[in-house]
């Protein structure tokens, strides 16, 4: 069993930055990818950014060279700076946890956090 907490979100002017957080606990040892998910009003929910437990990194497209997401080993931890945001990037954002246990997959997803960029 695995908890996740998004925090960080809010509102921002267009060309301004937000680093999100998503806090986890329960069983975080049988995780093996992490990542943030967004979902704009009336859209299916995409792929922002991933991170595996050895680090390697994916991005979106929309995301690369703006966004980066990181891992704090430490505190159990994945964070999400957004630099230079776009009114496109507005959506709840949302954060994944992928375990791999024995023949199955198993998703555990947050609560979402709200990011408006607008002027």
């Known amino acids: 069993q695995v908890q996740l907490v998004e925090s960080g979100g809010g509102l921002v002017q267009p060309g301004g930055s937000l680093r999100l957080s998503c806090a986890a606990s329960?069983?975080?040892?049988?995780?093996?990818?992490m990542g943030w998910y967004r979902q704009a009003p009336g859209k299916q929910r995409e792929l922002v950014a991933t991170i595996t437990n050895g680090g390697s990194t994916n991005y979106a497209d929309s995301a690369k060279g703006r966004f980066t997401i990181s891992r704090d080993n430490a505190k159990n931890t994945v964070h999400l700076q957004m630099n230079s945001l776009k009114p496109e990037d507005t959506a709840v954002y949302y954060c994944?946890?992928?375990?791999?246990?024995?023949?199955?997959?198993?998703?555990?997803w947050g609560q979402g956090t709200q990011v408006t960029v607008s002027s």
């Open positions: 994944n946890a992928h375990m791999i246990v024995g023949m199955r997959f198993v998703d555990y």
């Open positions: 329960g069983s975080i040892f049988s995780i093996n990818v």
